[in-house]
T-cell receptor, first 115, second 109 residues
Framework: EAQVTQNPRYLITVTGKKLTVTCSQN?????MSWYRQDPGLGLRQIYY???????DKGDVPEGYKVSRKEKRNFPLILESPSPNQTSLYFC??????????????FGPGTRLTVL | QKEVEQNSGPLSVPEGAIASLNCTYS??????FFWYRQYSGKSPELIMF????GDKEDGRFTAQLNKASQYVSLLIRDSQPSDSATYLC?????????FGTGTRLQVFP
């Protein structure tokens, strides 16, 4: 089944404790992206990657890191989480950006709480 | 800052009516436009995309685009209670997808 998977789905952690949220897709997609969703603010892009070893900042990259060592995986790293990073996180992937109407497929979401 | 604006709602319509959802965007360089549906606690799923001026129909859904007015809308005909969800408008700028905050639609029996 074609899908985007994220782990963990739910995470409660404490300020300053490094964490990684994994994202994997099995559709051979070039483009992958991380979003956070907050009430009243909608979906905001954190980082995106157009291919292996190519990453770029989205609109809200502060406090996050990403890597793209393999095409299928795009982990999101919070080196020192803070309470303002409490949010619902979505990973998404699409074939690429050459075709301007490529559909983005979303993972199921990771609900992160930082105490 | 490129912006996508939506009324947060809720928009309440009776079952069987037409629901009209609207979205405006700030950048005339926008390339393509998407409507996603998101049920509470779930991930967004694509309903339709449109990139040319005019209307595009898919079943009960019609997307309308007016680039001169920087306006895109989604019409849902014969609304059903199962259509109750948040509808996200998204606009493509080069390699980024910018989302609006969404409009919550409630369809009551």
């Amino acid at each position: 089944e074609a899908q985007v998977t994220q782990n963990p789905r739910y995470l409660i952690t404490v300020t300053g404790k490094k964490l990684t949220v994994t994202c994997s897709q099995n559709m051979n997609h070039e483009y992958m992206s991380w979003y956070r969703q907050d009430p009243g603010l909608g979906l905001r892009q954190i980082y995106y990657s157009m291919n292996v070893e190519v990453t770029d900042k989205g609109d809200v990259p502060e406090g996050y890191k990403v890597s793209r060592k393999e095409k299928r995986n795009f982990p999101l790293i919070l080196e020192s989480p803070s309470p303002n990073q409490t949010s619902l996180y979505f990973c998404a992937s699409s074939l690429g950006t050459a075709n301007s109407y490529n559909e983005q497929f979303f993972g199921p979401g990771t609900r992160l709480t930082v105490l | 800052q490129k912006e996508v604006e939506q009324n947060s709602g809720p928009l309440s319509v009776p079952e069987g009516a037409i629901a009209s959802l609207n979205c405006t965007y700030s950048d005339r360089g926008s390339q393509s436009f998407f409507w996603y549906r998101q049920y509470s606690g779930k991930s967004p799923e694509l309903i339709m995309f449109i990139y040319s001026n005019g209307d595009k129909e898919d079943g009960r859904f019609t997307a309308q685009l007016n680039k001169a007015s920087q306006y895109v809308s989604l019409l849902i005909r014969d609304s059903q209670p199962s259509d109750s969800a948040t509808y996200l408008c998204a606009v493509r700028y080069t390699d980024k997808l910018i989302f609006g905050t969404g409009t919550r639609l409630q369809v009551f029996p």
